[in-house]
Structure formats: structure tokens, C-alpha cells
């Protein structure tokens, strides 16, 4: 129903910035979340950031807040990443996920089975 694509993922010095972008593509769907996941080696896939679709109401894990800011344009169907001050521990690949069933009974949102569609994942490298 829906393919996910991320595109902006790059090495990158520590400090440096990335945007990674997620675009939404299918024949019909909605979305109520879009989301970032992240999977560092030998570590489980955490929860970046997520995106009300309608509203635009955002939240952070605390490792990421004042650095990363999740955005959208909802005429595109994308939803962005912007990744300041990164550090070596940002080092992960980074996956978009979207939830099409309707409102969430929990919040955060930061469980994958959570989320109905992903990408595929785009590599952040973060260098020190």
C-alpha cells in the first residue's frame, strides 16, 4: 500500500549536519505518524523522533533534543530529518516508518510495531 523511501544519509564529521529526507508514495493511503527509527551495530532499532501528520506535533529522545528536528510538507508526502551537532553516537542506519491505522493508544510512539510501513534505511556515519 505504501512504499517508503529515505534518500540524505552520508559520512559526516562530528559536529557537521545531515538532513535526511522520507518520502510516501502509494495508490491510496493516509498517515497519521511519521517516525525515525535508528539501529546502531549490535544495538536494537530506538525510536529518533515522530511526527503527528495532521497536527504537526513532534517528539524527541532526549539524546537527540536541541540537535534533531523532524518536519514535513505534507504536499509532498516527506518528512525530514535535520541532524545538527551530530556526534560519533549518532552512528546508525536511519529508518522512516509510518503508521496508517489511526491514533496510537500510547505515547510515545516508540515501538516499531507501532508503525505500519518502513523504509529501507539510509547509513548515517559519524566520524570523530
Known amino acids: 500500500q505504501v512504499q517508503l523511501v529515505e534518500s540524505g544519509g552520508g559520512l559526516v564529521q562530528a559536529g557537521g549536519s545531515l538532513r535526511l529526507s522520507c518520502t510516501a508514495s502509494?495508490?491510496?493511503?493516509?498517515?497519521?505518524?511519521m517516525g525515525w527509527f535508528r539501529q546502531a551495530p549490535g544495538k536494537e532499532r530506538d525510536v529518533v523522533a515522530h511526527?503527528?501528520?495532521?497536527?504537526?506535533?513532534?517528539y524527541y529522545v532526549d539524546s537527540v533534543k536541541g540537535r534533531f528536528t523532524i518536519s514535513r510538507d505534507n504536499a509532498r508526502n516527506t518528512v525530514y530529518l535535520q541532524m545538527n551537532s551530530l556526534k560519533p553516537e549518532d552512528t546508525a542506519i536511519y529508518y522512516c516508518?509510518?503508521?496508517?491505522?489511526?491514533?496510537?493508544?500510547?505515547?510515545?510512539?516508540?515501538?516499531?510495531?507501532?508503525?505500519?510501513?518502513w523504509g529501507q534505511g539510509t547509513q548515517v556515519t559519524v566520524s570523530s
Open positions: 511526527l503527528s501528520w495532521n497536527g504537526g506535533s513532534t
Open positions: 516508518a509510518a503508521r496508517g491505522r489511526g491514533p496510537a493508544a500510547t505515547y510515545p510512539l516508540d515501538y516499531g510495531a507501532l508503525y505500519d510501513y
Open positions: 502509494g495508490r491510496s493511503f493516509s498517515i497519521y505518524v
